[in-house]
């Protein structure tokens, strides 16, 4: 008697990989693992501190950050009465970080030659009991991107959440401590004093005038943004090829700078981290500007990236 013949074996699709936007000489390369931008070029201009397809990305580069941006100490918080614990990130730094959809796979949506849009769903578990979906749509102009966030409640609860996204801007700085020589405005009047990147409780004013940058080191959640009469709020970074202008609308109240001390030899302070932030640190355990969607309610939030070549 003949063998039967075994059926092929199935396994999951790997899909694609990232999504590729061109538009005039600028182009935009979308990591479906974790929905952020993995590079962005304009020109010969690596206008975003990004990372290789396929790798791992250190600090975050470009993650989208939801449920919550930033930190949580020891993953534990409690809402409604029920005391929720999250995994944390070592025994040596045990804290929740950046939220749960950094390493998850997204979809695409729609997309055109020059616009996408690509989601995912944060799935219930012990440490986040809810259930949204998320959405990123890009639209990619020769000078300028713009990225707007969505979020929706798609489950049976009132849902707390944080959102925030983590580009590196790069402006020339080809050597470690090379960003030390750009130059940098922030429209933040307070900064959140913190402790290993926890708030201590403390509020300092702060010059959003910074200048050149030297040898100051920036890892700080800065609020009392100021926006001009349609309600955004402008970064400026300039340096040897040219000058970056990252703008956030209303729905972004905070905003973390960071210029990468703790990297390793050979992508130290090399790029600034501009943040949009909906909430600083530690918000889903104190609450501080926390957002809150009834079930089927939506947000948005949008920021925009300019470049000029020099």
Not at 1 to 7: N, S
Not at 26 to 49: E, F, N, Q, S, T
Not at 274 to 286: F, H, K, S
Request: glycine share 12%; charged share 20%; aromatic share 8%.
């Amino acid at each position: 008697m003949p063998l039967e013949t075994q059926p092929t074996p199935l396994w999951p699709g790997a899909g694609p990989h990232e999504v590729q936007l061109t538009h005039g000489d600028a182009r935009l390369a979308i990591d479906l693992r974790g929905g952020g931008p993995r590079r962005l070029v304009a020109g010969d201009w690596d206008v975003l501190d990004g990372y290789p397809a396929g790798a791992v990305p250190k600090g975050r580069r470009g993650g989208v950050l939801l449920p919550w941006p930033n930190r949580l100490r020891d993953g534990r918080w409690t809402w409604e009465g029920r005391d929720l614990q999250l995994d944390v990130s070592s025994p040596e730094s045990p804290n929740a970080v950046h939220g749960l959809v950094s390493w998850q796979t997204w979809t695409v949506l729609t997309s055109t030659e020059s616009t996408a849009t690509v989601g995912t769903v944060v799935e219930a578990r012990s440490g986040y009991p809810f259930r949204l979906a998320a959405a990123v749509d890009y639209a990619l102009s020769p000078d300028r991107l713009m990225v707007t966030m969505r979020v929706r409640n798609i489950g049976a609860a009132s849902a707390p959440f944080g959102a925030g996204m983590h580009p590196y801007l790069h402006v020339g700085a080809s050597e470690d401590g090379g960003v030390g020589g750009a130059e940098l405005t922030v429209p933040a009047r307070t900064v959140m004093e913190v402790d290993s990147g926890l708030p201590t409780g403390a509020r300092h004013r702060f010059h959003g005038d910074v200048g050149r940058i030297g040898h100051r080191a920036f890892d700080d959640p800065l609020t009392d943004l100021v926006r001009d009469d349609e309600g955004w709020a402008r970064v400026h970074l300039s340096g040897p090829l040219g000058e970056l202008e990252l703008a956030v609308d209303e729905a972004w109240p905070w905003l973390q700078i960071y210029t990468g001390d703790q990297f390793p030899e050979g992508q130290r302070r090399r790029s600034v981290a501009v943040e949009p932030m909906t909430c600083p640190p530690n918000a889903l355990a104190d609450g501080t500007d926390l957002v809150v969607l009834e079930p089927g309610g939506e947000w948005s939030g949008t920021w925009t990236l300019r470049w000029t070549a020099r």
